[in-house]
């Protein structure tokens, strides 16, 4: 089974200044890893995504996140934040293959401010 | 993208009665779709895997006859909250993919239970 840590609740941070969130999995086979940002009452949007080949994946908005399988980590950083960027953000894992279920982390709440 | 779709976006029901909850994969055919559940200020919880044809796969801690789960066709499944209580009123996403490891998900369903 898998498992996903986000390491911070909430992450507070002004405008233009970049931004770090932590995401840890635990898994005993391979695995596709997610980051998607959640607004208020609305669903999910899919921010970027790890499948396989570079271990770098840039997504929409400017945001990026890097696999790491040694410290079975996939953290997502953005060099500068917008207020627009205020939202909850999650991280996700599922084994590879076609169909398989994704295991959410806790949620990040990140807060950008003036 | 691929595209899910579900409806209704918020019901309002009184306490006793069923609600009928729809996904469906407008552009593509989906054999497995999840059902999760996600209340307020929490992260998504993995209700159940709904297979097209045959029998719901449900999370430890699901009550199956609570959340009867129907998938009778490649673009359809549906989500019955049966004798629903005011603890039942959540926020009830739903995902689809296409057999690449990406998930699709729905804009989710506001149910409030008075």
């Known amino acids: 089974a898998q498992s996903v840590t986000q390491l911070d609740s909430q992450v507070p941070v002004f405008e233009e200044a970049p931004v770090e969130l932590r995401c840890n999995y635990s898994?005993?086979?391979?695995?596709?890893l997610f980051w998607y940002v959640q607004y208020p009452n609305q669903g999910l949007q899919l921010l970027l995504k790890?499948?396989?080949?570079?271990?770098l994946v840039k997504g929409i908005n400017g945001f990026e996140a890097e696999f790491n399988k040694s410290q079975t980590s996939f953290h997502l950083r953005k060099p500068s934040v917008h207020i627009s960027d205020t939202a909850e953000y999650f991280c996700a894992v599922s084994e590879t293959g076609g169909y398989n279920k994704l295991i959410f982390g806790a949620g990040t709440r990140l807060a950008v401010h003036p | 993208g691929a595209v899910v779709s579900q409806h209704p976006s918020r019901v309002i029901c009184k306490s006793g009665t069923s609600v009928k909850i729809e996904c469906r994969s407008l552009?593509?055919?989906?054999?497995?779709m999840f059902w999760y559940r996600q209340f307020p200020k929490q992260s998504l919880m993995l209700m159940a895997t709904s297979n097209e044809g045959s029998k719901a796969t449900y999370e430890q801690g699901v009550e199956k006859d609570k959340f009867l789960i129907n998938h009778a066709s490649l673009t359809l499944s549906t989500l019955t909250v049966t004798s629903a209580h005011p603890e039942d009123s959540s926020f009830y996403i739903c995902?689809?993919?296409?057999?690449?490891?990406?998930?699709?998900f729905g804009e989710g369903s506001r149910l409030t239970v008075l």
């Open positions: 898994s005993s086979v391979s695995v596709y």
């Open positions: 790890y499948l396989s080949g570079s271990t």
């Open positions: 552009d593509f055919q989906a054999t497995t």
């Open positions: 995902s689809a993919g296409q057999g690449t490891g990406e998930l699709f």
